[in-house]
């Protein structure tokens, strides 16, 4: 696996800091037909997992997405070749619900928060968890894609 030089990416998260509007200011108008878009695109990318079509899943990454979890960085190739596989069945096995999201967007960037609880039963274990995600996207074209990806769940 590659090893991620922490300059750039820190560097990113600190750009997107100071770009992304403080908690509780107003969103720019028209903002809000841009977080559904942002929504779709991730609603789009959860319900390709829990369908199983993989295809449809990596379609709405970016061709340079950063997916972390369980511990380790993955680059596209190494997610489609890797983690996607068990998410895929996690999903399909284990109801998961969002509780809470949020979108902000600046420009041609927008950050997805959720906060989601999972319950069921994978692989012979009982699951019955929380966790959180964060997602940034970027506007390609018309459309939004995944860049970077952070799950962790307790």
């Known amino acids: 696996m590659k090893t991620l030089c ?14 992304i509007p403080a908690f509780g200011q107003e969103i720019e108008p ?18 390709a997992l829990r369908s199983g079509d993989a295809e449809a899943a990596l379609a709405q990454l970016h061709a340079e997405v950063r997916v972390f979890e369980a511990g380790h960085a993955e680059t596209r190739a190494e997610y489609a070749e890797g983690h996607l596989a068990a998410d ?24 997805y928060m959720s906060q989601y609880a999972s319950k069921g039963e ?33």
Do not use: C, N, Y
Request: hydrophobic residues 45%; proline residues 1%.
């Open 6 to 19: 922490a300059r750039p990416m820190i560097a990113f998260v600190i750009a997107m800091a100071a770009a």
């Open 30 to 47: 028209g903002s809000e037909q841009e977080a559904a878009a942002v929504r779709g695109t991730v609603e789009t990318f959860k319900q």
């Open 88 to 111: 895929m069945a996690f999903l399909q096995a284990v109801e998961s619900t969002t509780t809470e999201d949020r979108v902000d967007i600046s420009g041609d960037m927008a950050l």
């Open 122 to 154: 994978f692989r012979g274990r009982e699951i019955d968890s929380h966790g959180t995600e964060t997602m940034v996207l970027v506007r390609v074209g018309d459309a939004w894609k995944i860049l970077h990806i952070h799950w962790s769940s307790r």
